[in-house]
């Protein structure tokens, strides 16, 4: 044995290692090259801990305690709709699995071709290098995925409804599943996509791939609302061609522990990303959002813009890199995070990492750190607005700021509805 | 009617106020005036509930309830407004979506029920026309961007809506211009009633030549140190406040 092998596993570690064995071991099917060597790695580095510095603020080490057994197939009732919203086609997940009875993708015929999934012997042959650095959680998924979906909007398409996918989950245990989105030269599409689950102790995994074409225009809505108990941890990769437009939002409101990672690149002169999202923490969550954004090309814009309201005892993290290359001359690059303390003891790191080897670039970060303004609140309070209503319309007010930038009439009523609900509970 | 009583505060251990006498009764105008920093605005905002005062001694009530006793909110419910000196801005707060949910949460603590937004909208209308608060600038985030006029307008239209019993104007006049003088002063006139109690914090006996006052009152280092009638601002126009405020110092 090697010494790197003579690491102790912890619990969890040793979880994955043993269900591993048992269930993708001997079995083969599309992916178990590729399996088997994500396994390998997972094995040799473990799960990330504080000394790994894109984990410094999340040691999911010390965070995953006891082992977590492959979650089961599972039947659930259609997903209600996710708001207002006009949508057309939907992709159903139950715990990790592709759920065809629910979903519903003819509608989508002739636009945007799917191949979805949902047993091991069905799985395709995926391009391994989903992610741009060495990851445990992108090598679990490849070791685990239980279903996923190619989808492929077909080049020149403008649908102005969106695509749902909806993942559920059920009960106890760990969910892997992969989508990899395609949006070819000149289409464009709105993708809204949901994470629930049912009151349970589950893990979710998800790696997302996006590919956005010369000229094409994607639009990425993720409502992260997985139960309180739930651990959520999401990979997601970005390509864009050139004049490529790359607009996402996250909502993030759910789970106790979530990673919520994303990595976007830059290989086509012209295009641009603008990536924002509202993080909403209470009790003991723990929320990660690590961004990096990679300007290899010319003429390219990233903007990120995130805001977190954090309560009790919650921690919010942000990571953000910006790395521009050499090559990439007159890059705009610009970042803003702001979060609201509304609690003494909740928490919150920040930490911006811009990397510029080029010279005629604009690039800034910007971050602040805050409680609700008390004269803010007397003036409310003074017109006859009781503290707790007038508290709310401080917040919303807040984090309307980021809706309102992001400018989408489509998902901006659903967005505010959704923080609204989070507030009146 | 307002009664305050020995009204001493201190503000991280401050003294501000020491000792203030003041009773208002129903349908007067009360005029203050005082040198900078003698603390009129003090006073305004320990009346409306502001928290970053203590008060050492004395006492407050309005309408026979002690107002000491109550938050910022429910002193608004009871009847009292404060037309801030400085309005601040509340960006990602539209002054219309503002104006009704002020509206309504005093509706709703007195019991009374809430306006339709039809309804609502008329009644804005009505008094923002008067003001000369225009369509644009209701529709703007409250406050933000307004020029001082303007925002001085905007705490004069709240007024109006919400009807208070009790209205504290701090320094109102400041920042206007000669036509926004009369349009605001014209407002507050509409306002005044046998029922409604009045404190018009000013330097300028400008002012108190459009809202005649019933009595004035001169504020020095915390304390009122005259009360006259309305004359009593013309002289201190002409002589200053050196016959009152030397006294003290
Ligand atoms: N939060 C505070 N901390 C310390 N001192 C304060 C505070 N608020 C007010 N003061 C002081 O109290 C005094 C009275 O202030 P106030 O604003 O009430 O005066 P004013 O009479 O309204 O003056 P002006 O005519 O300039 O508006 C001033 O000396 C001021 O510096
Ligand atoms: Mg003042």
Same mark, same amino acid.
């Given at each position: 044995m090697t010494a790197q092998n003579q690491r102790v596993l912890s619990a969890a570690e040793t979880g994955f290692v043993e269900a591993f064995a048992a269930t993708h071991g001997k079995q083969s099917d599309g992916l178990s090259e590729a399996r088997r060597a994500a396994m390998a790695r997972f094995e040799a580095a473990g799960l990330p801990h504080r000394r790994i510095e894109e984990y410094h603020y999340t040691d999911l080490k010390a965070k995953l305690r006891s082992a977590i057994a492959l979650s089961a197939r599972a039947e659930v009732a259609a997903p209600g709709a996710l708001g207002e919203v006009e949508t057309q086609g939907r992709l159903v997940f139950v715990n990790g699995r592709f759920d065809a009875a629910l979903s &519903?993708?003819?509608?989508?015929?002739g636009k945007i071709s799917v191949s979805a999934w949902a047993e091991k012997a069905e799985a395709p042959a995926h391009d391994t290098a989903a992610f741009p650095r060495a990851d445990a959680l992108v090598d679990l998924n490849t070791a685990f995925v239980q279903g996923g979906a190619t989808i492929t909007v077909a080049g020149g398409e403008k649908l102005e409804k969106a695509v749902e996918i909806v993942h559920v989950a059920k009960g106890e245990g760990a969910s892997f599943s992969r989508i990899d989105l395609v949006v070819e030269a000149g289409a464009d599409v709105l993708v809204l996509e949901s994470y629930q689950g049912d009151s349970g102790a589950y893990l979710r995994n998800t790696l997302t791939t996006l590919e956005v074409g010369d000229n094409a225009k994607l639009t990425w809505v993720k409502l992260q *609302?997985?139960? *309180?108990?739930a651990t959520h941890l999401a990979s997601a990769s970005a390509n864009l061609g050139k004049g490529a437009e790359l607009s996402q939002f996250l909502f993030d409101a759910g789970s106790g522990l979530s990673r919520s990672q994303f990595a976007v690149a830059f &290989?086509?002169?012209g295009s641009n990303a603008a990536l924002r999202g509202v993080s909403l923490l209470k009790g003991d969550s723990h929320a990660d959002i690590t961004l990096s954004v990679d300007h290899k090309v010319p003429e390219c814009d990233s903007r990120e813009y995130f805001k977190a309201i954090v309560d009790d005892k919650a921690r919010s993290v942000f990571q953000g890199q910006i790395l521009v290359k050499p090559d990439a001359q007159k890059t705009d690059g610009q970042m803003m995070v702001q979060s609201l303390l509304l609690s003494e003891s909740a928490e919150v790191n920040v930490k911006p990492e811009l990397e510029i080897f080029a010279d005629d670039v604009q690039c800034a970060h910007g971050s602040t750190t805050g409680e609700i303004d008390e004269d803010l609140l007397f003036y409310l309070r003074a017109r006859g607005i009781p503290e707790k209503e007038a508290r709310k319309i401080l917040i919303l007010a807040f984090l309307g700021e980021v809706i309102d930038e992001l400018d989408d009439a489509r998902i901006g009523p659903l967005l505010t509805s959704r923080i609204s609900n989070w507030l009146h509970v | 009617m307002l009664e305050i009583k020995n009204l001493h505060a201190e503000v991280e251990g401050n003294q501000i106020l020491r000792g203030i006498d003041l009773t208002v009764k129903p349908g007067e105008v009360h005029a203050i005036m005082g040198p900078n920093g003698s603390g009129k605005s003090t006073l305004s905002y320990i009346l409306a509930g502001k928290e970053d005062y203590e008060i050492t001694e004395g006492s407050i009530t309005y309408n026979g309830v002690?107002?000491?006793?109550?938050?910022a909110d429910e002193r608004a419910v009871a009847g009292m407004f404060l037309a801030f000196q400085y309005p601040i801005e509340i960006p990602g707060v539209a002054t219309m979506t503002f104006l009704k949910t002020a509206l309504n949460a005093q509706r709703a603590a007195r019991g009374e029920e809430e306006l339709s937004t039809p309804d609502f909208m008329k009644l804005v209308r009505e008094k923002s026309k008067d003001l000369k608060v225009t369509p644009e600038m209701l529709r703007r985030p409250l406050n933000v961007g307004f020029s001082g006029g303007e925002k001085k307008r905007a705490e004069i239209l709240q007024m109006a809506l919400l009807e208070p019993t009790l209205c504290i104007l701090d320094e109102t006049d400041s920042g206007l211009d000669i036509d926004a003088l009369r349009i605001v002063s014209e407002g507050v006139n509409q306002l005044r009633s046998p029922e409604r109690s009045m404190i018009v914090i000013t330097h300028y006996q400008r002012l108190l030549d459009h809202i005649v006052p019933d009595v004035v009152h001169v504020l020095s280092k915390g304390k009122i140190v005259k009360t006259g009638g309305k004359e009593l601002a013309l002289e201190l126009e002409a002589n200053g406040y050196a016959d009152y405020v030397g006294e003290e110092a």
């Open positions: &519903n993708v003819e509608a989508l015929a *609302e997985e139960a *309180e108990s &290989n086509g002169e | 002690d107002m000491l006793e109550l938050s």
